[in-house]
């Protein structure tokens, strides 16, 4: 690939987020742009995020991980705006930047939550293109 042709592809990409992230920061973008260079690297058809899909992921039904955390709605409710409840009762603070707009800016913390949060839902973690899609619906709520 040329240098030229390089360019021009980081810049689509770089687009792509900025146009699908609303509420996001510079920190959110440039986690952001980590899970892209990951999935660009995994796979050679890598568009951009998307928030269709981020919405599929938090919404779905999943049978790979702990029967009683089949989706993100178990324990984060089905409104993105508002609080939700783990298992154990304690509150999580709303998952949409535009009700807490720190959420998403620390990459470490982020994948820890992932990590736990996949394997506990999907059984898996969840691979960059899942969690760059996953926060880009975020972004927009």
């Known amino acids: 690939m040329t240098k030229t042709s390089l360019l021009t592809t980081a810049t689509a990409l770089l ?5 699908d992230t609303a509420q996001a920061g510079p920190a ?3 986690v952001l742009e980590h ?10 058809g890598f568009q951009g995020f998307s928030a269709e899909r981020g919405k599929k992921l938090f919404f779905d039904q999943h049978s790979g991980g702990k029967p009683e955390t089949p989706s993100c709605t178990t324990c ?6 508002k609080s939700g ?4 009762g304690k509150e999580i603070k ?3 930047l535009s009700r807490t707009p720190e959420r998403f800016s620390d990459l470490k913390k982020v994948e820890k939550w992932f990590r736990r949060n996949c394997r506990n839902v999907m059984g898996r973690e969840c691979t960059p293109l899942e969690k760059g899609d996953f926060i880009t619906f975020m972004a927009n709520q």
């Open 15 to 19: 687009m792509a987020i900025a146009l």
């Open 76 to 81: 984060h409710g089905t409104d993105p705006t």
């Open 35 to 44: 899970f892209a260079a990951l999935a660009k690297n995994a796979d050679t």
């Open 28 to 30: 959110q973008k440039a």
């Open 94 to 96: 709303p998952m949409a």
């Open 85 to 88: 409840r783990t298992r154990a």
